[in-house]
T-cell receptor, first 111, second 113 residues
């Protein structure tokens, strides 16, 4: 079945550092890929998405490129801020139209 | 345009009791999905409703059931609560079944004691 694997956290960075959170997936066909962010005590917010191979999703300085050859969708940001501290979830939608999430990666950014 | 609203935000129940969680979908959205997020884990798909019909179910026992109403709001019912049912329950709505843009509510935090 479809699944998503993301790097375990927590990831601890200093402000203005470069961020990479790895995400790989297993799916039949051509899934759409997503990154969601969850701030403490809140629900999920869509951060970015990509619907086909080689698409790059971007939002608020975050980027991720849909790499079919490596089945990956790594999240990157060039300069993180303290306000980026949250839990980040990689997810996919396949032919069943249900979201399948990874286990989440907690990011802590220190001033 | 309002987003997805869930109620209540928190509740505490005793093992063996029943609970109903409610979700108002975003205006114009006819598809609602429910997810269970245990502490420290990613959300797990429970089921989805499209135009008042169940359209897919995850690996959850029959004591998890749901409804979608003509106004596309939805309920999640859990019978015979177990301690492991303690989790954040998230509702997400989308414009229709084939539109892959989901809006999530803030969730209901259920604690079973």
């Amino acid at each position: 079945g479809n699944s998503v694997t993301q790097m375990e956290g927590p990831v601890t960075l200093s402000e203005e550092a470069f961020l990479t959170i790895n995400c790989t997936y297993t799916a039949t066909g051509y899934p759409s890929l997503f990154w969601y962010v969850q701030y403490p005590g809140e629900g999920l917010q869509l951060l970015l998405k990509a619907t086909k191979a080689d698409d790059k999703g971007s939002n608020k300085g975050f980027e991720a490129t849909y790499r079919k050859e490596t089945t990956s969708f790594h999240l990157e940001k060039g300069s993180v801020q303290v306000s980026d501290s949250a839990v980040y979830f990689c997810a996919l939608i396949g032919s069943s139209y249900k979201l399948i999430f990874g286990s989440g990666t907690r990011l802590l950014v220190r001033p | 345009e309002t987003g997805v609203t869930q109620s209540p935000t928190h509740l505490i129940k005793t093992r063996g009791q029943q609970v109903t969680l409610r979700c108002s979908s975003q205006s114009g959205h006819n598809t609602v999905s429910w997810y269970q997020q245990a502490l420290g884990q990613g959300p797990q798909f429970i089921f989805q409703y499209y135009r008042e019909e169940e359209n897919g179910r995850g690996n959850f026992p029959p004591r998890f059931s749901g409804l979608q109403f003509p106004n596309y709001s939805s309920e999640l019912n859990v019978n015979a609560l177990e301690l492991d049912d303690s989790a954040l329950y998230l509702c997400a709505s989308s414009l229709d079944l084939y539109t892959i843009g989901y809006t999530f509510g803030s969730g209901t935090r259920l604690t079973v004691v």
